[in-house]
């Protein structure tokens, strides 16, 4: 870690949701990376669920 | 959505020597935030350059927001004469990068990065010091978040 803390940093630092962090490291690095692609699976999804609302609409 | 497995997988089969950096380096490392892309800096010589070329080709990789139709050929001859390069494949979004700020190249890189197994796949990783390195020599506002989230890890770490 930096020896001298930044200012600007640490002030996005605060807004870290740390309880996601903790999670994360319990799983091994194949586990984070299916989650992470399990998260962008879900994504997609999304915004094909809402392309779909779009086009749908009077 | 980006297939890491496939592509780490399509690296290794092929003995290409890269380290994966940004993003999924920090995914690696326990980072919440994800990313669209695969990320790696790879050694630029013309065998790896080589093998490079053969692991991505049947997956028919493209520059990345370029118009349909250009006269993009992936061969080991486009590769030199370049460095960075961001691609689409059929396996999902690629970026190869020849160096990256706050880092050097693949050699500068290597010596402080992580040998870890992904899917069963070996490579190297960026250390979280390296990529807060990296994210603090890019400068750009974007970073300040993932710069935050990685010194939180190490302090989750106790490190």
């Known amino acids: ?16 949701d740390r309880t996601l962090i903790r999670e994360n490291l319990k799983l091994t690095v194949e586990e984070r990376f299916r989650k992470a692609m399990a998260v962008a699976r879900f994504a997609d999804e999304l915004r094909r669920a809402g392309r779909e609302w779009r086009a749908r609409r009077p | 959505m980006t297939n890491f497995e496939a592509l780490l997988a399509a690296l290794a089969r092929n003995e290409v020597a890269f380290i994966v950096v940004g993003g999924a380096a920090a995914i690696a490392h326990g980072s919440a935030r994800y990313t669209y892309d695969l990320d790696i ?11 490079l070329v053969s692991a991505l080709a049947p997956y028919e990789p493209y520059l990345r927001g370029a118009p349909p139709g250009l006269p993009f050929f992936w061969d080991v001859r486009t590769l030199a004469r370049g460095l960075n390069f961001t691609l689409v494949t059929s396996l ?33 990783a960026l250390s979280i010091s390296q990529l807060i390195r990296a994210k603090r020599a890019a400068g750009r506002p974007k970073d300040f978040e993932a ?11 106790g490190e």
């Open chain 1, 1 to 16: 870690m930096e020896d001298s803390p930044d200012p600007i940093i640490e002030a996005y630092k605060k807004d870290i």
């Open chain 2, 41 to 51: 800096v790879y050694e630029r010589t013309a065998l790896n350059m080589e093998r």
């Open chain 2, 92 to 124: 999902g979004d690629i970026d190869l990068l020849g160096e990256i700020a706050g880092g050097g190249g693949y050699h500068d890189l290597l010596p402080n990065a992580v040998a870890l197994e992904i899917f069963g796949s070996p490579c190297f």
């Open chain 2, 147 to 157: 710069i935050a989230e990685l010194e939180a890890i190490q302090e989750e770490r």
